[in-house]
């Protein structure tokens, strides 16, 4: 090839120069500037050595003797300047390049002009001169400025710079500075193209060779080639462009028809285009073209505008987003096309093409169609059924769905920003169509067989139109009427079988759950066994297919949450009686009592774990926002006696199974309460009450902390509250049944005191007020005095008489007057009975003989001190006595709060024993004198009423006479008895 282009006619070779501008060139006129211009052209040098003295005076000759007129060129003369600018290009020929050279003369041009004008011009003594040598040379003769000799081969295939102005002599060295710029070039070629072809056509075939290799060669992949070339290639593109003389618009326009047409068969990044793009756009004159030209231009105006829109219209394949950087290829695109509609060149050309947006949007609704029964194909099924033709619809479904929110993150927002398209509403308006077809006629399809599979599967496809409805854009008039809308009512005869199927999903995995269950707790904070977390799933998953459903009707919504209300509770109950049955089972074969009870608190927080997940249905459900929807569709009180009905049906029943839980347990452990109780009464006398009581002890320390951390803490304060009552009822029954020692009861009272203390666990059992019950406070009482020893039970006693006399308010039996003091200093106590009134008539004559008897009680406080009497009154209800009686006694056993005077009131019997008509107790601490140290003043008179003893018996009372062995008891038991007996002798004369 090489051989080929050597035996072709030589082409001619040119230097294109143009003369730009000058600066600070010399000023040779009188008025200090020139009228400048320039001779130019090449001296061929033919047959002269380099370097010899006649090449050095040829370089400063002047062109005007050197180079033939034939040759020569010149510029444009500029008057009166110093910094001329000239802007021409002339075309200068040459054989051999290497002895021509380039000369440029800058001369100013000298024109006649009388004395008398060069001295209206003068300026300075500079311009005098000028005259004076202007009239010594000849006239017209112009003036030399400068020059530039360059070898041509020394430029480069093209330059541009500025060149300093040489002198032929030194006197005036500095000359200014000459603009000039370079080109080779050649006017003819001898190839079959350069005959044949413009030279932009020429150079578009040789830049589309290089780009195609460039693109095929690249090694990181064409995707992110950024169209650069190679060194060699562009050195190659740059010598064509000069050489042919292409203009910077030819080489842009020839660029864009080689990148246009490559792009449409290479892959490699749009925005190569971008550039040609611009620069034809800046550069655009149509006159400049030929009609070929303007006719090749806009064939790839059209062709790219094709090729672009089939590229939109299959966008989802072409720039799939598993490929990183397909949204920023797909916007590049974009961008190029949107680019080249707005250039003046494609407005001129293409006049006729109708507007990019809807070019492009019209190119999207088509490829959606065809994508979406693309999709249809893919999912064509193999066996064809009506459940497998469902399937097959459903992963169509999802699909659209995924190409939709693709469309709707990422696609939408690069259509709109640069084409201002909304590309999801045009593929969700198409989808919605195509997807609303294919599932009525899917539907009709089915008809009334609805199998489970069936309904399953129509569940799934109700579910996905109902969110691609929600993703859908929001209804306008624009958008019109949706194929979709009402799309719920297709699928109206479906729903009793998705009820059903939700009701038998949920109650297997119940069955299978409680059937798994082992009942045993999770962790030491999740107290629950597995069967009450599959059960809360599974309600979740009740409440979450409710929510899925979400029936748009709200009458048919009200009945659709009535049946899954209904389902729930009656799962809940079915639930308490499997786990119930399961713990039955598990515990059948355990000898260790202990893990019984463990399963049974498992299934009690079972239940209390299921009771908190039913009682959230209200809000699961959303009651309230259905309440707001139905409305006036329902009578009143319709949703409270329908959905609140069965809500606390089923929390009354889950609460009642709680309840016989707890008590089951508490039987349990009061089982071994009582056992323990029994061991401790029949302990030895030997053995401690605070040792006799561990073991009881022991056993409740074990349990209720073993039953603490097995029992959710609302169930394990009722089973403290039910098992205190329990243990109060075995205490009762052991204090009132076996206790017939001070011992024994001593045991109890230790007994009671440390339970209080266990079942109120410093705070975290049962409060006080809980534990302080009218059995606990009457049980506390009897024990403490079962507890206490004979004189104990005496003192308490005359306590108890004391507080009931105060309490007495009548004076049925009549009262005593007297007056009572201590005196410290004689250790006396004084008292004068004054009277008695109102005494009953105990005799047959209608009066009574009373006397008074006075003793101090009780007697083992004061044993040396013997009864005193008064004297007998005959026939008298209301006696005087007004006698006076000391007592002989220490202060320190009056200041006790059971030590009293006890006044008795006798009626005398001549042939029998004497009547009782009443008794009065003066509390000794009352008695003035006693607690002070200075003796008292005058003495009060105090009236004490009459009562009788208890008709029915004392529990203290009861207490002494149980202990035989003890004589004092026994002894004060027959006197209050004899008394006793005396009171309801003379009970009938006190009237009703």
Request: charged share 20%; aromatic share 8%; glycine share 4%.
């Amino acid at each position: 090839m090489l051989q080929h282009v050597r035996e072709l006619e030589k082409p001619i070779f040119c230097l294109k120069a143009t003369v730009k501008q000058a600066k600070g060139i010399l000023g040779k006129d009188v008025s200090g500037f020139s009228d400048p211009y320039c001779l130019l052209g090449i001296d061929q040098g033919v047959g002269m050595p380099e370097g010899s003295p006649v090449s050095r005076r040829r370089q400063k000759a002047v062109v005007r003797h050197t180079i033939p007129e034939e040759q020569t060129h010149r510029t444009q003369v500029k008057p009166q300047t110093l910094n001329p600018v000239w802007e021409e290009t002339f075309i200068l020929e040459f054989e051999d390049i290497t002895n021509a050279s380039f000369h440029l003369d800058m001369w100013d041009l000298d024109t006649v002009e009388s004395v008398r004008q060069k001295l209206g011009e003068l300026t300075d003594l500079h311009g005098l001169r000028r005259i004076f040598k202007d009239a010594r040379k000849d006239k017209g003769q112009d003036d030399f400025l400068g020059n530039v000799v360059l070898r041509l081969q020394d430029l480069r295939c093209r330059e541009d710079q500025w060149y300093p102005l040489e002198p032929c002599t030194e006197t005036y060295p500095d000359r200014g500075q000459c603009h000039l710029q370079f080109q080779f070039i050649h006017k003819r070629r001898a190839t079959v193209a350069s005959r044949s072809q413009p030279n932009y056509t020429v150079h578009f075939h040789l830049l589309q060779q290089l780009v195609s290799h460039e693109v095929t060669q690249h090694r990181a992949g064409s995707t992110s080639w950024d169209a650069s070339l190679s060194p060699q290639a562009a050195t190659i593109l740059f010598l064509h462009a000069t050489q042919k003389d292409l203009s910077d618009f030819h080489q842009s326009m020839a660029q864009w028809l080689a990148y246009s047409r490559l792009y449409q068969s290479l892959e490699f990044p749009s925005s190569c285009l971008l550039h040609p793009i611009t620069s034809i756009e800046y550069q655009w004159i149509q006159g400049r073209l030929k009609a070929e030209q303007r006719e090749e231009l806009a064939t790839s105006f059209t062709s790219l505008l094709t090729y672009g829109l089939s590229l939109i219209r299959k966008f989802r394949s072409v720039f799939p987003l598993s490929v990183s950087d397909s949204p920023s290829r797909l916007q590049s695109l974009l961008r190029v096309l949107v680019q080249m509609c707005k250039m003046k060149a494609f407005g001129e050309l293409c006049p006729d093409s109708a507007p990019l947006p809807q070019l492009a949007s019209e190119a999207l609704r088509t490829g959606t169609v065809e994508w979406f029964h693309l999709m249809q194909q893919h999912h064509q099924p193999m066996v064809q059924n009506i459940l497998e033709a469902g399937k097959a619809l459903l992963s169509l479904l999802h699909d659209v769905m995924r190409d939709l929110y693709q469309s709707h993150r990422t696609w939408n927002k690069i259509f709109h920003n640069v084409l201002k398209i909304d590309l999801f509403t045009i593929a969700f308006m198409e989808l919605q169509w195509l997807v609303a077809k294919r599932v009525q006629d899917h539907i009709v399809a089915v008809g009334n067989l609805v199998s489970p599979d069936i309904g399953e599967n129509l569940f799934q496809l109700y579910v996905s139109l109902k969110e691609l409805c929600q993703l859908g854009p929001v209804a306008s008039d624009s958008l019109g009427v949706l194929a979709l809308d009402g799309f719920h009512r297709w699928f109206q005869p479906a729903i009793p079988s998705w009820l059903q199927k939700t009701y038998s999903v949920a109650l297997e995995r119940v069955q299978r759950a409680v059937q798994m269950d082992m009942l045993v707790p999770l962790g030491e904070l999740t107290k629950h066994s597995t069967s009450a977390v599959d059960l809360s799933t599974c309600f979740a998953q009740i409440s979450h297919t409710a929510r899925q459903l979400d029936w748009p009707d709200p009458e048919e919504a009200f009945m659709i949450t009535v049946k899954f209300v209904e389902d729930t509770c009656r799962l809940s109950l079915v639930y308490c009686s499997l786990i119930k049955t399961r713990a039955r089972e598990l515990s059948a074969g355990q000898r260790d009592q202990g893990q019984a009870a463990n399963m049974l608190c498992v299934v009690v927080n079972n239940m209390e774990q299921l009771r908190l997940v039913i009682d959230k249905l209200p809000t699961q459900l959303a009651w309230e926002a259905l309440e707001q929807r139905v409305g006036a569709a329902l009578e009143q009180g319709q949703l409270q006696n329908t959905l609140h009905a069965q809500l606390q049906g089923a929390l009354a029943g889950l609460a009642h199974e709680i309840r016989t839980g707890v008590r089951t347990l508490a039987e349990q452990l009061e089982v071994g309460i009582a056992t323990h109780i029994q061991k401790l009464i029949a302990a030895k006398g030997s053995v401690l009450p605070e040792d006799a009581i561990l073991p009881l002890m022991k056993f409740l320390e074990v349990k209720l902390c073993y039953m603490n951390t097995n029992l959710v803490r609302e169930n394990f304060n009722s089973l403290l509250a039910l098992l205190w009552t329990h243990t109060l009822t075995v205490l009762v029954e052991a204090a009132s049944s076996q206790c017939t020692s001070s011992l024994a009861s001593s045991r109890l009272k230790v007994a009671l005191q440390n339970l209080e203390i266990c079942f109120h666990a410093e705070g975290c059992g049962l409060p006080l007020e809980a534990l302080h019950t009218a059995t606990f406070q009457a049980l506390q009482s009897d024990l403490e005095l079962q507890a206490a020893s004979s004189r104990e039970l005496i003192q308490k006693y005359f306590c108890n008489r004391i507080q009931q006399q105060a309490e007495t308010t009548s004076e049925r039996l009549g009262a005593v007057t007297i007056k009572a003091a201590y005196r410290a200093c004689e250790q006396k106590l004084h008292v004068e009975l004054l009277s008695a009134s109102n005494l009953l008539p105990l005799d047959s004559n209608g009066s009574s003989d009373p006397f008074v008897q006075l003793t101090l009680e009780p007697r083992h406080e004061f044993p040396e001190l013997a009864p005193r009497e008064t004297q007998k009154h005959k026939k008298e209800l209301h006696p005087l006595f007004d006698e006076t009686f000391e007592f002989l006694v220490p202060a320190e056993p009056c200041q006790k709060a059971w030590a009293c005077l006890l006044l008795t009131v006798l009626d005398h019997d001549t042939l029998g024993a004497d009547d009782l008509e009443g008794e009065a107790f003066l509390p000794l601490c009352r008695v003035p004198g006693l607690t002070g140290g200075e003796e008292p003043g005058e003495t009060p008179q105090m009236r004490l009423p009459l009562t009788y003893p208890a008709s029915n018996g004392d529990p203290i009372l009861r207490l002494l006479e149980s202990r035989k062995g003890d004589r004092e008891a026994q002894a004060f038991v027959k006197l209050r008895k004899q008394r006793a007996k005396q009171a309801s002798q003379n009970a009938p004369h006190l009237g009703p």
